[in-house]
């Protein structure tokens, strides 16, 4: 009955604001079944102790790795290869503000990567390039005190803001709730995939079969096959490439399950795909197709040998990524089932200061993005990396 009585109101709610004109951001129910995928911080949960709250560089906390695999609110880009990663290939340095017991046991943290960058200053991030990131811990009160120190260490650092990208609510003022992940859970057999998915996407993904397509999942011997597609489709995009070493970096990091999905039609990679796995999560952060290849459908029919190789590997969730909510890619993935998880990503900063747009909605930014897509491939693949080094 309480769902039932949720659910009701936030019908009567979403009815008050469309009769009222109402353009506040949409926010989605946060009790949405999806987020079984991802455990939910329990507010009446708390230490209730007193507890030491320090600024720490990123490979000094020796009990993260540890900490962040024990804990059940981590979040896939708390794993410690991630900041790994993104320090081997865009050079960032990144801390975690630690909570300790006073016997000093590790009881949560926020890890988080600062830049630097000619565009938008210096800032802080929690975490960077992926669509997760915020605090870890299993206790509220834990959780808050670190959300409340981020003031003081954005000063200590001399940052302009922090951005920290989390799900979970409550934790901060006026957070943005513009974008949800989109999260299938899956069945054990393809079989049982099929009949959920229901004839109208099935008809879709197999107007592909027409045109033969092929295709290949591997590593990195599909890197340069997956470069071709996904550099090219970001330069038409409007937005610059990161480059091949990124990717690199993440295939070779023995603490990163990686795989990559390219699609052929004719012996031509015509879609692409960049699958990160952890435990029985896979998720697809990346992912591409020619605007070319349109014609062929190989995007759908891409997505439905990507959600095979995920029951294969026995996976129980899939995450199609994150996406502006009721917006074309978010009807794309909510088609396929995709159920909606709630992102809520704070900005400390100082008072009476806007919070930045580091997208493009930002109107510096537009002006970028529609001169990007007439440049050359070779010199988009050659200033990309260069750029989206300091676009988080």
């Given at each position: 009955?309480?769902?039932?009585?949720q659910?009701?109101?936030?019908?009567?709610?979403?009815?008050?604001?469309?009769?009222?004109g109402?353009?506040?951001?949409?926010?989605?129910?946060?009790?949405?079944?999806?987020?079984?995928?991802f455990?939910?911080?329990?507010?009446?949960?708390n230490?209730?102790?007193?507890?030491?709250?320090?600024?720490?560089?990123?490979?000094?906390?020796?009990?993260?790795?540890?900490?962040?695999?024990?804990?059940?609110?981590?979040?896939?880009?708390h794993?410690p290869?991630?900041?790994?990663?993104?320090?081997?290939?865009?050079?960032?340095?990144?801390?975690?503000?630690?909570?300790?017991?006073?016997?000093?046991?590790?009881?949560?943290?926020?890890?988080?990567?600062?830049?630097?960058?000619?565009?938008?200053?210096?800032?802080?991030?929690?975490?960077?390039?992926?669509?997760?990131?915020?605090?870890?811990?299993?206790?509220?009160?834990?959780?808050r005190?670190?959300?409340?120190?981020?003031?003081?260490?954005?000063?200590?650092?001399?940052?302009?803001?922090?951005?920290?990208r989390?799900?979970?609510?409550?934790?901060?003022?006026?957070?943005?709730?513009?974008?949800?992940?989109?999260?299938?859970?899956?069945?054990?057999?393809?079989?049982?995939?099929?009949?959920?998915?229901?004839?109208?996407?099935?008809?879709?993904?197999?107007?592909a079969?027409?045109?033969?397509?092929?295709?290949?999942?591997?590593?990195?011997?599909?890197?340069?096959?997956f470069?071709?597609?996904?550099?090219?489709?970001m330069?038409?995009?409007?937005?610059?490439?990161?480059?091949?070493?990124?990717?690199?970096?993440?295939?070779?990091?023995?603490?990163?399950?990686?795989?990559?999905?390219?699609?052929?039609?004719?012996?031509?990679?015509?879609s692409?795909?960049?699958?990160?796995?952890?435990?029985?999560?896979?998720?697809?952060?990346?992912?591409?197709?020619?605007?070319?290849?349109?014609?062929?459908?190989?995007?759908?029919w891409?997505?439905?040998q990507?959600?095979?190789?995920?029951?294969q590997?026995?996976?129980?969730?899939?995450?199609?990524?994150?996406?502006?909510?009721?917006?074309?890619?978010?009807?794309?993935?909510?088609?396929?089932?995709?159920?909606?998880?709630?992102?809520?990503?704070?900005?400390?900063?100082?008072?009476?200061?806007p919070?930045?747009?580091?997208?493009?909605?930002?109107?510096?930014l537009?002006?970028?993005?529609?001169?990007?897509?007439?440049?050359?491939?070779?010199?988009?693949?050659?200033?990309?990396?260069?750029?989206?080094?300091?676009?988080?």
């Amino acid at each position: 009955m309480k769902e039932i009585s949720q659910k009701i109101a936030q019908l009567e709610a979403d009815i008050k604001a469309a009769e009222t004109g109402n353009t506040q951001q949409k926010t989605l129910h946060p009790d949405s079944s999806s987020t079984q995928v991802f455990s939910r911080l329990d507010k009446e949960h708390n230490w209730g102790n007193d507890i030491k709250i320090a600024l720490a560089d990123f490979d000094s906390v020796n009990d993260w790795t540890e900490f962040v695999r024990n804990n059940k609110f981590t979040l896939p880009s708390h794993n410690p290869a991630w900041a790994q990663v993104v320090e081997q290939t865009f050079g960032h340095t990144s801390f975690i503000l630690c909570a300790r017991s006073i016997s000093g046991d590790l009881l949560g943290g926020i890890p988080f990567t600062v830049f630097s960058s000619p565009l938008f200053g210096k800032f802080g991030v929690s975490m960077p390039y992926l669509n997760y990131g915020g605090v870890v811990s299993e206790y509220n009160d834990v959780c808050r005190s670190l959300m409340q120190s981020l003031e003081s260490v954005r000063e200590q650092l001399g940052l302009q803001h922090i951005e920290i990208r989390s799900i979970h609510e409550g934790l901060g003022d006026n957070p943005s709730t513009k974008k949800a992940s989109m999260l299938l859970r899956l069945p054990t057999d393809d079989e049982t995939l099929d009949k959920r998915l229901g004839s109208k996407v099935r008809a879709q993904y197999k107007k592909a079969d027409e045109f033969s397509p092929q295709v290949k999942i591997g590593k990195q011997e599909l890197l340069d096959d997956f470069y071709q597609v996904f550099s090219q489709n970001m330069r038409d995009l409007g937005t610059p490439v990161y480059a091949r070493k990124w990717f690199a970096n993440i295939l070779s990091h023995p603490d990163l399950d990686a795989n990559i999905i390219v699609v052929y039609v004719g012996k031509k990679p015509v879609s692409c795909g960049f699958l990160v796995s952890y435990g029985t999560l896979m998720e697809i952060p990346w992912a591409s197709t020619l605007k070319s290849a349109n014609k062929y459908n190989t995007n759908m029919w891409m997505y439905r040998q990507i959600l095979s190789f995920a029951i294969q590997k026995g996976c129980s969730y899939f995450d199609f990524g994150r996406s502006t909510l009721d917006a074309g890619t978010y009807k794309f993935k909510k088609q396929w089932g995709a159920e909606p998880c709630q992102h809520y990503w704070y900005c400390v900063l100082p008072p009476n200061t806007p919070k930045p747009e580091m997208n493009p909605d930002n109107p510096k930014l537009k002006i970028f993005v529609a001169l990007w897509k007439w440049l050359p491939l070779w010199v988009a693949n050659l200033l990309g990396p260069h750029i989206i080094r300091g676009i988080p």
